[in-house]
């Protein structure tokens, strides 16, 4: 989708048409990050230093570091003047949602390969396959006490929430 904005006293119209790096957002979604871009767009220059994009991305609630903005921003300030215009910034966002999906799909992947009887959870002896499968020579006590600390709904198994929680935390 692409946006055209025209400025009228003090709103903004907003038209979207195609445009990359967008077609996983929702029209809503789409007004939430234009609206908070020209929040940055202290100047309504139409674009914002790339030094504010940290700031806005926290906004947001995104949770990336300073090195995955600092890459993403090189890759998506195509003209490299320090400067993000909207189809820069929808890009990134783009680009940022694109890879949260890539992330999913892998952690899903890899919880399914080690779900030997795919019951939705893995075992100890399934944990203790999936660890010895990463090069990981694991006792029984070393088992246990990982399950323990990811098992948050105390059935003695880690399902996929659980999962993906311990290795956010972890």
Request: hydrophobic letters at 40%; aromatic letters at 10%.
């Amino acid at each position: 989708l692409t946006m055209e904005t025209t400025k009228t006293d003090t709103s903004r119209h907003m038209v979207f048409r195609e445009f990359s790096g967008v077609d996983l957002l929702t029209e809503d979604q789409m007004l939430l990050f234009a609206e908070a871009f020209y929040m940055y767009d202290i100047e309504d220059v139409g674009s914002i230093p790339t030094k504010n994009i940290p700031h806005l991305l926290r906004s947001l609630g995104t949770n990336l570091t300073e090195d995955e903005i600092a890459h993403m921003i090189k890759d998506v300030d195509i003209d490299t003047n320090g400067q993000v215009t909207l189809p820069e910034f929808f890009n990134f966002i783009g680009a940022y949602i694109n890879r949260r999906i890539a992330t999913e799909t892998t952690i899903k992947e890899a919880f399914k390969s080690f779900d030997l009887d795919n019951s939705g959870s893995l075992s100890h002896a399934e944990l203790r396959f999936a660890m010895k499968h990463l090069g990981k020579k694991l006792s029984d006590k070393q088992i246990q006490l990982m399950v323990e600390m990811a098992d948050k709904d105390g059935d003695g198994e880690i399902d996929y929430e659980e999962f993906v929680k311990a290795l956010i935390e972890y």
